[in-house]
Structures are given as structure tokens and as C-alpha cells.
């Protein structure tokens, strides 16, 4: 019964590409934003990308402008994190989460999904 759910991870070349997948059900429908996020070996968790679920506005870190692209498919609850041009230094576990926006601007993080293991490498 987990509120998100992951998939899309797995060992891809240098110069490849990827697509995850977070799908909402339950509870976390309740919240407006899905982030991505990933930590690499012996690294700190750091943010990607988020995307408004209901009107589609995005936000990219600046380790993800470029090459990542944040998308949603409303019709089945479903935020994707498309990975092009993947170079070793992207070989972290990625993990998605549920949250809100706040007048401020910044979010808060309620749900978390289970994390998938994207692996770049010869």
C-alpha cells in the first residue's frame, strides 16, 4: 500500500538515457508537488527537479538543467524524470516524494517513494 511507487532504474552505458517513473495513489494524491531527488555514493541527498501536478509548472536545480526533463501524465497519476546523456558522475539512487508548495515558495515533503538505482557505467 505504498503511496508512491517507483520504476525505471538499471544499469544504462555513458551517453545513454533513462526514464523513471513515480506513481501516486492513496493519501499522497492529496499533495500538489512531486520532487526528484537522488544520493550518490558517500554524497548527501540533493534535489533534481519538481513539477506541480496540477498545472504543470516545473523547477530545475542546476544539476539538472539540460539533460533531465520533468513531465506528468495526469490521466494515471504518474511524474517522470526523463535522463539523457547520462555520464558516470549521475550512478545514485534517485527517490521521489510528495509534498506542497507553500506562499514562500519553498516545499515541505510528506510521502517518499522507495528509490531506484540508476547505475551509469561501462
Known amino acids: 500500500q505504498a503511496q508512491l511507487v517507483q520504476s525505471g532504474g538499471g544499469l544504462v552505458q555513458p551517453g545513454g538515457s533513462l526514464r523513471l517513473s513515480c506513481a501516486a495513489s492513496?493519501?499522497?494524491?492529496?499533495?500538489?508537488?512531486i520532487g526528484w531527488f537522488r544520493q550518490a555514493p558517500g554524497k548527501d541527498r540533493e534535489g533534481l527537479s519538481c513539477i506541480n501536478s496540477r498545472d504543470g509548472t516545473t523547477y530545475y536545480e542546476d544539476s539538472a538543467k539540460g539533460r533531465f526533463t520533468i513531465s506528468r501524465d495526469n490521466a494515471k497519476n504518474t511524474v517522470y524524470l526523463q535522463m539523457n546523456s547520462l555520464k558516470p558522475d549521475d550512478t545514485a539512487v534517485y527517490t521521489c516524494a510528495a509534498g506542497r508548495v507553500h506562499d514562500s515558495g519553498q516545499n515541505t515533503w510528506a510521502y517518499w517513494g522507495q528509490g531506484t538505482r540508476v547505475t551509469v557505467s561501462s
Open positions: 492513496g493519501a499522497a494524491l492529496a499533495y500538489d508537488v
